[in-house]
T-cell receptor, first 113, second 108 residues
Framework: DSGVTQTPKHLITATGQRVTLRCSPR?????VYWYQQSLDQGLQFLIQ???????AKGNILERFSAQQFPDLHSELNLSSLELGDSALYFC????????????FGPGTRLLVL | KNEVEQSPQNLTAQEGEFITINCSYS?????LHWLQQHPGGGIVSLFM???GKKKHGRLIATINIQEKHSSLHITASHPRDSAVYIC??????????FGKGTRLSVIA
């Protein structure tokens, strides 16, 4: 158990819908990272927050947004869902923002029908 | 942007065999990470290294900065080592760039 929690574990929804994925980092970790893992692309970095502020942005679609709250939990919002958004979404956390070990949550498996 | 290549893509071994998984990257890095993804999907960080060699139990990770290459070795492999092993790199505070992973199956 990494200490990072993600909810929900599984999510099935329809095209055009909007969903929210939630992540709670390990106690004391200030950075939260979001990753997408699809079958054909592998793991891709989406976005990083550090102590409530956006720190780095990857290949995140404009339909996707995220935020980190004062209690350091984070939410990833996916809207106008398309079939191609079906993937595993992982959250990871680390103590600060540099090069250091990241601790991954169990992931949310999203299926868009 | 860094390109990360792993080989082999798939590997089947008999229990007890010594296993090597390779990772090459195209641009200088600050750190290289080895991750293990279990069949259920969960990801565990195995090693983070920027030089030399690290060992944890039956796992050994090495890195050659000049050659931009890292290897992950598993000694006395066991069926519970069956997983996808993923190499990832970053430079300074840049985000991780991942390889596509090596799928390992260890047969009893």
């Amino acid at each position: 158990d990494s200490g990072v929690t993600q909810t929900p574990k599984h999510l099935i929804t329809a095209t055009g819908q909007r969903v929210t994925l939630r992540c709670s980092p390990r106690s004391g970790d200030l950075s939260v990272y979001w990753y997408q893992q699809s079958l054909d692309q592998g793991l891709q970095f989406l976005i990083q927050y550090y102590n409530g502020e956006e720190r780095a942005k990857g290949n995140i679609l404009e339909r996707f947004s995220a935020q980190q709250f004062p209690d350091l939990h984070s939410e990833l919002n996916l809207s106008s869902l398309e079939l191609g958004d079906s993937a595993l979404y992982f959250c990871a956390s680390s103590v600060s923002s540099g090069q250091e070990t990241q601790y991954f949550g169990p992931g949310t498996r999203l299926l868009v029908l | 942007k860094n390109e990360v290549e792993q080989s082999p893509q798939n590997l089947t071994a008999q229990e007890g065999e010594f296993i090597t998984i390779n990772c090459s990257y195209s641009v200088g890095i600050s750190a290289l990470h080895w991750l293990q993804q279990h069949p259920g999907g969960g990801i565990v960080s195995l090693f983070m290294l920027s030089s030399g060699k690290k060992k944890h139990g039956r796992l050994i990770a090495t890195i050659n900065i000049q050659e931009k290459h890292s290897s992950l070795h598993i000694t006395a492999s066991h069926p519970r080592d069956s997983a996808v092993y993923i190499c990832a790199v970053n430079s300074g505070n840049t985000p991780l760039v991942f390889g596509k992973g090596t799928r390992l199956s260890v047969i009893a």
